[in-house]
């Protein structure tokens, strides 16, 4: 018999969750094993090429795989914690004893209390052919690119236009990867429109109403057979269409992954709303198991955000508990996590997770307010096409046409209310406003702003432009947010589209900010002729 | 396929090294999964279906599906999307599946 270790807490899950949740207990003395199958840290965090929406104070407006850099490192300077990589947790006992299999020797561990961190697993789709190589899973094409750097495929189908499915689909462009179209069996867009709205301006259709039927191929995908649905999901008779494609991308949900927990015989119940099976659990992320918490998308399906305040509460809850010291500190940074994830969910994209919540039993704070779901403006025909209307556009435009002559000046093309203010943060003129809630539509005080263009770069959903009506007797200047390769150089003519990604006219580069301080996301000013302003989106340089 | 250049990421690939998928000689990098380097080579079919010979490859990419299964150096049933990549490595393809009315 091999001996058992003794443990204080044991961490399972190296992905954002579990990270946060070691350093929450760590930094207050508690001794952490952080065991993670792969043979590194990071999870899902690894493939995040983007900017992260969320407020400030969580690092929103960094991108993933940064915030990922800063978390290990904190992991790795922490003496408190001790990594267990390449070990996969094979069994969770009723005497709490765990196994784990490490370079295939097994040990045995008698952890005080156990955070269980172990993230979701994607939803498969039914359809013909569905078992073809090349199809795969959004992860897998995230994992081959962004991490191996390997390209998936030349041309894929997207399925699925969820925020993974959307950003996958922006990803996959920015890997020199072609993405045929973008499907949605929903009448509207699931994820953010800004991140549509992205991909729309760069040309990739977003098909919604319609579904995949069958894919084509022999021994790999050669293309897909895709169809119309009406209102109540049939198949609209001879709609069916060709697509032309090497894979496609399944981006159709995620589920909470529950199998240790159902193995300690957690109570878990099904929520849709939060993915399917998740562990009924206290706001203190405590499941009906004494001293076993949970955090993360295995608590529920949400972004990555809502996952590492779910580890600081998880890990402060049991630092709370078996700490000595410092209770009154830990127990009022539980509550301002608590308090932070209220203010993530307590926007109309919130209502979803509010309603699974309330399944679970669990209160609604002070900051949820069901009243303030109702949209500002009417977004159907933008959640519906990924184009805002002109309607959208005239609200968010200066009331006077005057504005315009006094210089340059921002536009925010964001029209929906979903937790996100690094626009607001990053304006040095505080001429960007969300009044007070981090949900609420980014406005610009035209009085305020100075057209320097400091935002353009900041946004995550590429929503902010600068537009100079007045460049010139004939032309005009926009500024535009700029993530792809290669470069332009100053004074090259580059291709311009509109919203919906058509062309629209040549225009010639005037600037180029690309330094530290943009990271990666360039502004870019590009002189058109004049009657283009309102319109001018996007551009293409030309290989 | 390699990604050469990307806006955001580089990829700092380890050393060269030489492997083979059903004899044939490859190359790929240390530190990558036996998946990522067949498909940076061309190969998306992995291995077939027991029953119905079906071709089969990379589906989820973190050990979640089984789709990957291959034989490596002789063991089968190796989630190659989760296997890093070793020089010399033995890479065949096998029947993979469970039938279940048998
Ligand atoms: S352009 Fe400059 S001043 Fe105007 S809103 Fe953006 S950051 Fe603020
Ligand atoms: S405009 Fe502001 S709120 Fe909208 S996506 Fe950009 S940073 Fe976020
Ligand atoms: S592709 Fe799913 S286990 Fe390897």
Same mark, same amino acid.
């Given at each position: 018999m091999s001996k058992i270790e003794n443990l204080e807490l044991l961490v399972v899950g190296g992905g954002p969750a579990g990270l946060s949740a070691a350093l929450a207990a760590a930094n207050y003395g508690i001794k952490v094993s952080l065991a993670e199958e792969r043979e590194f840290l990071g999870g899902q965090l690894i493939k995040q090429t983007h900017r992260f929406f969320g407020s400030e104070k969580e690092y929103a407006g960094t991108r993933g795989i940064d915030i990922l850099r800063k978390l290990i490192d904190e992991v790795n300077k922490n003496k408190n914690i001790e990594v267990l990589l390449s070990s996969r947790v094979l069994g969770i006992y009723e005497d709490n004893v765990v196994t784990i299999l490490n370079d295939h020797k097994m040990k045995k561990y008698y952890p005080q209390s156990i955070i269980f961190a172990t993230g979701a697993s994607e939803k498969f789709l039914a359809f013909e052919n569905n078992d073809l190589p090349g199809i795969f899973g959004a992860g897998a094409v995230q994992t081959l690119m962004n991490v191996y750097g390997v390209m998936p495929a030349t041309n894929v189908l997207m399925i699925g236009s969820g925020n993974i499915g959307l950003i996958v689909s922006y990803q996959l462009l920015q890997a020199g990867v072609k993405v045929a179209a973008i499907v949605e069996a929903a009448p509207k867009i699931g994820g953010y429109s800004v991140h549509a709205?992205?991909?729309?301006?760069? /040309?990739?259709?977003?098909?919604?109403?319609?579904? !995949?039927?069958?894919?084509?191929?022999? *021994?790999? +995908?050669?293309?897909? +057979?895709?169809?119309?649905?009406?209102?109540?999901?049939?198949?609209?008779? $001879?709609? *069916?269409?060709?697509?032309?494609?090497?894979?496609?991308?399944?981006?159709?949900?995620?589920?909470?992954?529950? $199998? &240790?927990?159902?193995?300690?015989?957690?109570?878990?119940?099904?929520?849709?709303? &939060? /993915?399917?099976?998740?562990?009924?659990? $206290?706001?203190?992320?405590?499941?009906?198991?004494?001293?076993?918490?949970?955090?993360? $998308?295995?608590?529920? !399906? *949400?972004?990555?955000t809502a996952a590492m305040i779910e580890g600081q509460i998880a890990g402060l809850s049991v630092a709370k508990r078996i700490g000595k010291n410092n209770k009154k500190e830990i127990e009022k940074r539980i509550e301002e996590g608590k308090n932070e994830l209220e203010l993530l969910r307590s926007g109309p994209v919130g209502k979803k997770i509010r309603k699974g919540l309330s399944k679970l039993g669990l209160n609604h704070g002070k900051n949820y307010n069901e009243n303030f779901s109702e949209e500002a403006l009417d977004i159907s025909h933008l959640m519906k096409t990924g184009v805002p209307s002109e309607e959208n556009l005239k609200n968010k435009l200066p009331s006077e046409e005057k504005v315009f002559d006094k210089g340059p000046i921002a536009i925010s093309e964001c029209f929906q209310r979903f937790p996100c203010d690094p626009c607001v943060k990053s304006c040095p003129f505080n001429a960007i406003s969300e009044n007070g809630n981090i949900n609420n539509i980014p406005y610009v005080d035209f009085e305020k702003c100075t057209g320097c263009g400091i935002c353009v770069s900041k946004c995550p959903g590429l929503a902010m432009f600068v537009v100079h009506k007045n460049f010139s007797e004939t032309t005009s200047v926009v500024i535009m947010p700029y993530e792809f390769l290669p470069r332009p150089h100053k004074g090259e003519i580059v291709k311009v589209f509109d919203r919906e990604g058509k062309y629209l006219c040549d225009g010639k580069v005037i600037r180029i900010l690309d330094g530290k301080f943009q990271d990666k996301t360039a502004a870019v000013s590009i002189e058109i002729p004049k009657r283009y302003y309102l319109q001018a989106r996007n551009f293409k340089v030309e290989e | 396929m390699r990604i050469q250049n990307h806006p955001i990421l580089s990829f700092n690939r380890g050393k060269q090294i030489k492997f083979y998928y059903n004899g044939k000689e490859l190359i790929g990098y240390e530190g990558e999964t036996i998946g990522a380097a067949l498909y940076a080579n061309g190969v998306f079919k992995f291995s077939e279906s027991k029953k119905l010979h079906r071709p089969r490859g990379i589906f989820c990419a973190i050990g979640h599906c089984s789709s990957c299964l291959m034989t490596v150096d002789g063991v089968p049933n190796v989630r190659t999307c989760i296997t890093p990549l070793k020089d010399g490595m033995k890479v065949e393809s096998q029947n993979i599946g469970v039938e279940i009315n048998e």
């Open positions: 709205s992205k991909l729309r301006r760069l /040309g990739v259709p977003i098909l919604t109403s319609h579904t !995949i039927k069958k894919a084509i191929g022999k *021994e790999k +995908v050669e293309g897909a +057979v895709i169809c119309e649905l009406d209102n109540d999901w049939n198949e609209v008779k $001879d709609t *069916e269409q060709l697509i032309k494609c090497d894979a496609i991308c399944l981006s159709v949900g995620l589920t909470p992954l529950v $199998d &240790l927990l159902k193995q300690r015989k957690v109570k878990t119940t099904y929520v849709s709303e &939060l /993915g399917g099976y998740v562990p009924l659990r $206290d706001e203190n992320m405590e499941t009906s198991i004494k001293n076993l918490f949970v955090a993360g $998308d295995v608590s529920g !399906i *949400e972004e990555a | -």
